[in-house]
């Protein structure tokens, strides 16, 4: 609903909504319009009492922000929840232990930070990596699919909950336990980073975008 601007295309209903008889004008040169079964409809056109308006609504860059005088009208629901198990038992293909493990493992801190990922993302992840038999292994089409799917979603404010979330997810890809004991200072990433020992051909590294307020997106460098 709000890849255009809520406010502006609901407007005549926003503001009948206001009213006491609950009326708007259709924009019909007549009192009365025809409509295609034959019945007619009267302009203004009154809302019933039953009538609800539902829609979703995405929270990224190429949407708009829902104003306060919508949120004064409107009865948000949150979905964030993914139950994980619950997505496994339908899905029809099979699945890798060792590629569902790393799933989950990978689901946790991006969820932590705020940008967990949904089915949508998990049934491409898997259908990448089924499909990447014969040319990738199932270690390097699970990388590549972190690398491009999961990696790119991480990007904020350099807050604690995002570097909590890097270094738990340096300490999977790296299979390092020792990245875990990073998160409990508050040291900034890259200087934790640079003290932190490296692993041939796998560097975790943060580079600053032409963003406002300090925004960071972690990269995924071979």
Not at 112 to 134: D, K, N, S
Not at 157 to 170: G, Q, S, T
């Amino acid at each position: 609903m709000n890849l255009a601007r809520p406010e502006y295309y609901l407007a005549p209903l926003l503001s009948a909504m206001e009213t006491v008889d609950q009326t708007f004008d259709i924009g019909a040169p007549s009192a009365e319009v025809m409509m295609v079964s034959g019945e007619l409809l009267r302009n203004p056109l009154r809302l019933p009492p039953n009538l609800r308006l539902i829609g979703t609504v995405n929270v990224d860059e190429s949407t708009y922000t829902l104003s306060d005088k919508l949120l004064d009208r409107a009865n948000v629901i949150e979905l964030t929840a993914v139950d994980l198990d619950a997505f496994r038992a339908t899905y029809r293909d099979p699945v890798d232990a060792a590629t569902w493990q790393m799933i989950r493992a990978v689901y946790t801190p991006a969820a932590e930070a705020g940008h967990p990922f949904g089915y949508r993302t998990i049934g491409e992840m898997l259908r990448f990596v089924a499909q990447a038999r014969g040319s990738l292994s199932t270690q390097q089409a699970l990388d590549a699919q972190i690398k491009q799917r999961v990696l790119p979603k991480l990007r904020g404010e350099d807050a604690p909950r995002l570097r909590r979330a890097l270094n738990d997810l340096l300490a999977l890809t790296l299979a390092r336990p020792e990245y875990l004991a990073a998160r409990r200072t508050d040291q900034p990433c890259a200087d934790r980073r640079r003290a932190l020992p490296r692993k041939r051909r796998q560097t975790a590294s943060y580079a600053r975008t032409p963003r406002p307020r300090r925004l960071h997106r972690f990269l995924w460098v071979e």
